[in-house]
Structure formats: C-alpha cells, structure tokens
C-alpha cells in the first residue's frame, strides 16, 4: 500500500504565499507523476498542477505564474509553493501520485486526505 501526506496548509491573506508538502511512503518501487488538486466547496475537485518523475510539468491556467510544483525524488516528496494567494483560492488541496509498488510490480494510484487553504483578510 501507498500512502500520501499532505502538510503545510492554513489561513494566509490575500497575496501571501504558503508551501504544501505531500510525502509518500509504503511499498513504492517508483512514483511517475504527482500533482495537486483542489476542491472548494460545492464544487467538483480540479487538477492545480502535476510534475512527472522527469520533471515536467503542467498547471492549471488559474495557477500559471503563481504556483510553483516540484519534487524530490529521493524523498517521494512534492511541493506546492503558492504565492500571490487569492481569496479564490481557498479549498482542500489534495495531493495525487501514480507508480508501480514492489512485490508484483502493481500499479497504484493514491490520494492524501487533504490539507485547507484559505485565503482571507
């Protein structure tokens, strides 16, 4: 099994920066890509960014040149660093990854339970 933990979540206020943390962990042989999402209240969860285990990555339009994914891979950790933070913002982010476990070389797919962010003055 695989498990994610989110951390780093919290009030900030308008135009401030908080940095999200996802650590994996359990029976992992590999992780290819991980990324963040988010749902705010009464609405469906959205992908905020994703990075691959080459580096690459992709954002979401609402997070192009605020947000900043990245990950380590010795650690099986990614980051989120969110800065200019907009009340718009506010939601559960919740951390993804996707690889293959050891064992029987199966393939996962994991979510964290999430970390609130909101934004408020």
């Known amino acids: 099994q695989v498990q994610l933990v989110e951390s780093g979540g919290g009030l900030v206020q308008p135009g401030g920066s908080l940095r999200l943390s996802c650590a994996a962990s359990g029976t992992i042989l590999r992780i290819n890509a991980m990324g963040w999402y988010r749902q705010a209240p009464g609405k469906q969860r959205e992908l905020v960014a994703v990075i691959t285990r080459g580096g690459s990555t992709n954002y979401a339009d609402s997070a192009k040149g605020r947000f900043t994914i990245s990950r380590d891979n010795a650690k099986n950790t990614a980051y989120l660093q969110m800065n200019s933070l907009k009340p718009e913002d506010t939601a559960v982010y919740y951390c993804?990854?996707?690889?293959?476990?050891?064992?029987?070389?199966?393939?996962?797919?994991?979510w964290g339970q999430g970390t609130q962010v909101t934004v408020s003055s």
């Open positions: 993804n990854a996707a690889g293959v476990e050891y064992g029987l070389a199966k393939r996962f797919d994991s």
